[in-house]
Nanobody
Framework: QVQLAESGGGLVQPGGSLRLSCKASGSIFSINVMGWYRQTPRNPRELVATITNDEKTTYADSVKGRFSISRDNAKNTMYLQMNSLKPEDTAVYYC??????????????WGEGTQVTVSS
């Protein structure tokens, strides 16, 4: 089992910045990929960014150039630096941790989410 705890959400004005953190605990040796997803009441959960154990990253087109995903293995923590925030970035942001066996997805874990609100 892996436990994920997000923090860092809040209210920010358009153009502002926030940094989300996701601390992992438990059987983290089983995790190959970690990522951030977000969801609003009107939309399904969508991928924001992912990072692999060898630090390969992917981003949704909507956040490229504004968001940056990183990880600190010594602290078992993943981050999402969000800059130039827009009202449409408002969502609940979820931390995700996946286990893959080669090219086969096997299972994942989710955090409880942290609210990000971008509004003036």
């Amino acid at each position: 089992q892996v436990q994920l705890a997000e923090s860092g959400g809040g209210l920010v004005q358009p153009g502002g910045s926030l940094r989300l953190s996701c601390k992992a605990s438990g059987s983290i040796f089983s995790i190959n990929v970690m990522g951030w997803y977000r969801q609003t009441p009107r939309n399904p959960r969508e991928l924001v960014a992912t990072i692999t154990n060898d630090e390969k990253t992917t981003y949704a087109d909507s956040v490229k150039g504004r968001f940056s995903i990183s990880r600190d293995n010594a602290k078992n923590t993943m981050y999402l630096q969000m800059n130039s925030l827009k009202p449409e970035d408002t969502a609940v942001y979820y931390c995700n941790a996946e286990h893959w066996a080669g090219d086969k997805y096997e299972y994942d874990y989710w955090g409880e989410g942290t609210q990000v609100t971008v509004s003036s």
